[in-house]
């Protein structure tokens, strides 16, 4: 295992399952089990799957000028996140390009938590506080569970009153087997599900109960990289898998507008001042290419870094493939020239293991209209 400097305290449990627990944001990783990940996928689609996300950054914003600063670094409105509720936003730099993603939590008057990946996030906060009232509070002893899939509420329902009535994007304050956590009705599926925040201490108690008695409904542990199957069908982007990090443009530095990744949405309607805000909006209509999806022929997910051509020259490189055994599709998330961002063209695909036709198909695959997450009852 790669040298880590965060630590989860559910690794024992993880290593027991079959991971090796590989490095992703500096915290040893489940990221594969000994089981068929395919098994993991059915079962957040049609039952619950329990996943450890602790790996994600938690930073707490405390004080008489932390809304000033989360206003300034991200692109939401946070005049209108009030105390459990919370947001999906992005953060840009200066040329109005994209450094990160995130939740933005509002836990009471003057308390915010920001939960991220590993982009910049916790530096951007940090250099944007300097000289102001506020404290920033990276939190690494909270851990982040994710129960995800349709079961998740019913499996809850009867140990924590009101999460049936808890919203999307919504959070509560509350307790779970006698132990403090905070429940956000949040995650990275597509599907209704919940993230649970707790102490590091009460995690192995947590983690434990809802995988013994959570059996009987077909709940499993689930690795972290079955989320790449499920934000395929979702149009979930990952930092910096789907990003010109990854795939740079010849003779440019990295960076990738909100128009470009279909993120603009996180912009509030009419929301100026935020960091690269002027150039942001300038960069409407300049457009290098589009994410979208491709829907392959054939039974073989593709791989990252796949060519996909048409026309007799490449127009554009798979970021994420995977192939479900619940609709029989290979699909993928991409990088896609404009004019080819469109459903139904034509593509070919030129990878390592598949090669063969394919279509342009818009995003997302699955629950377009997302009922699921936003259930109610």
Not at 50 to 73: N, T, Y
Not at 121 to 132: D, I, Q, W
Not at 139 to 144: A, Q
Not at 310 to 328: E, F, H, I, K, W
Request: hydrophobic share 35%; net charge negative.
């Amino acid at each position: 295992m790669t040298l880590t400097w965060r630590h989860s305290v559910l690794a024992d449990r993880h290593r027991a399952l079959g991971s090796k627990l590989e490095d992703w944001s500096g915290m040893g990783t489940a990221w594969t089990y000994a089981k068929d990940m395919s098994e993991e996928h059915v079962a957040i689609r049609t039952r619950a799957g329990l996943m450890d996300v602790s790996g994600l950054k938690k930073v707490h914003l405390v004080g008489p000028h932390a809304a000033a600063i989360l206003h300034q670094a991200t692109t939401r409105d946070i005049t209108k996140i009030y105390p459990g509720k919370s947001a999906y936003a992005c953060m840009l730099n200066e040329a109005g390009h994209f450094t990160e993603d995130c939740i933005i939590y509002r836990t009471g008057p003057n308390a915010w938590m920001v939960v991220h990946g590993s982009g910049s996030g916790h530096e951007e906060l940090t250099r944007a506080a300097l000289g102001r009232n506020v404290a920033v509070l990276f939190d690494d002893d909270l851990h982040d569970l994710s129960l995800q899939g349709p079961l998740a509420v019913d499996y809850l329902a009867d140990k924590v009153p009101g999460i049936r009535d808890l919203r999307y994007f919504h959070h509560m304050q509350t307790t779970l087997f006698g132990r403090p956590v905070m429940i956000s009705r949040t995650g990275y599926t597509g599907e209704r599900g919940y993230e649970i925040f707790c102490k590091g201490e009460d995690a192995p108690l947590i983690w434990d109960t809802i995988v013994s008695e959570g059996a009987a409904l077909g709940i499993i542990p689930c690795c972290f990289t079955v989320l790449d199957m499920l934000r395929v069908e979702s149009y979930l982007l990952f930092y910096p898998y789907d990003n010109s990090q990854m795939y740079p443009f010849p003779d440019e530095p990295p960076g990738d507008s909100l128009w470009e990744l279909g993120l603009d949405f996180t912009v509030s309607p009419g929301k100026t001042g935020f960091r690269g805000a002027e150039q942001h909006y300038k960069l409407k209509g300049k457009e290098r290419f589009k994410i979208f999806g491709v829907l392959v022929e054939g039974d073989q997910p593709t791989d990252a870094g796949d060519a996909l051509y048409a026309d007799g020259r490449q127009v554009g490189v798979v970021t994420c493939g995977m192939y479900s055994s619940l609709t029989n599709r290979s699909m993928a998330i991409a990088r896609l020239d404009v004019p080819y961002a469109v459903q139904g063209k034509p593509l070919e695909v030129r990878g390592k293991t598949v090669n063969g036709p394919a279509i342009a198909h818009t995003l997302p695959f699955d629950d377009p209209k997302k009922a699921k997450r936003t259930a109610v009852g």
